[in-house]
């Protein structure tokens, strides 16, 4: 009753605006994920990427419409909200099969045993299945515990050789784990309650296998470079911001957020600190295009290195773009403005300028911006 009381009272939501509505969302992600499947080699096709697979390649096959969703469009999604399509980006066909077939000998027991319940139970998770994700682990976990617990059969060792074995390997296995998990605990520990640069230090150093750890490391470094007021001292931070960076790509190469991340430090460093650096963000600006060329945001920030450095029709092409992919966004109008103006062709700057207030009618820079162009169209027009 519940659940169709929230549903019915969503419907109108929904059918007005489905780009961004939880189902339009959900479509969106299974869109890029058929795209992302059918591009790959057969043979990956087969047995996928393994973990993190959908959130790495996601952003390569993002629909458009992400780009009117501003929380999904940063984040993306961890994984497909389809346990199904998650399983074939993460493991493939393969995986795939192999997986729904261990959880069909599972309830099949269930049903030969006539534990109607716990079928039922199992049943319903499969179903669920279809409308949301949940980790392989869970899963794996739930349905091993339920099947287990629902045979009433134990389990013995019978051959000398492996009962001396087993205990050894179990006791291996058990340090091994405590030693890997108290690293993953105490480094999640000092992330979520960190107060000082200090703190992210050692939280990398105590899990320098996950890239999560470098990258907020990075991010912190950048933030104080941005409030260090000695220019030296701040352009030893951007080195440092910028290596815990690199170090977090060596762990995933491919992680939007830690390029995303990277070419914003290097941009900002590049327009108040050192020209020089802008080898640097122009860069990861054309890495984080490459990784998610339908975000507007990282065809803005290209053509704002660009216009930085001064290639202005590259600037342009890259602020054009950013239109094709979202055409109602005012900044990219504001830029391809500026780069008009720097052009002097200010007749078009002043029409950019205006469409961009148009679409932000309270962006105050904008209508800066267009007063200036209007200036300077004014004072160029005596001299025609």
Known sequence: VIFGIVFIRSVPFVLQNFDISSPGIRL????????????????????????DTTYLTFFKHRPGSYNLNTEERRQGPPAIRNQYFQLLGTVGILGAASYLFFIYMIMSRNLRKKEHGIFLSLTGILLLSLFYYHTFQVSLITFILLALGSTGESFTVKKKGIKVLTPIIVLSLGLFSFYYIFHVVAAEYRL????????LHEAADLNPWTDVYHRELSLALAEDMKTEPDKEKALNLYHESKLEGERAREVVSTHIETVRALSGTAYWAGVHLDKKIHADSLSYAKEYVNLSPTDYEANDVLGLVYLDIGKLDEAEKAFLQEQKVFPQH????????????????????????????????????????????????KSEMPQR
């Open 28 to 51: 969106a992600e299974i869109q890029a994920s058929i795209s992302a499947i059918s591009n790959r080699s057969f043979i990956r096709q087969m047995i996928g990427f393994g973990p």
């Open 192 to 199: 979520s309650t960190a107060q000082t640069i200090e703190d």
């Open 330 to 377: 005012p900044l990219s109008y504001m830029h391809i403005g500026e780069v008009y103006k720097q052009k002097g062709d200010f007749s078009k700057a002043v029409a950019y300028y205006k469409k961009a207030v148009r679409l932000a009618p309270q962006n105050k820079l904008a209508k800066e911006e267009l007063e200036k162009a209007e200036e300077l169209l």
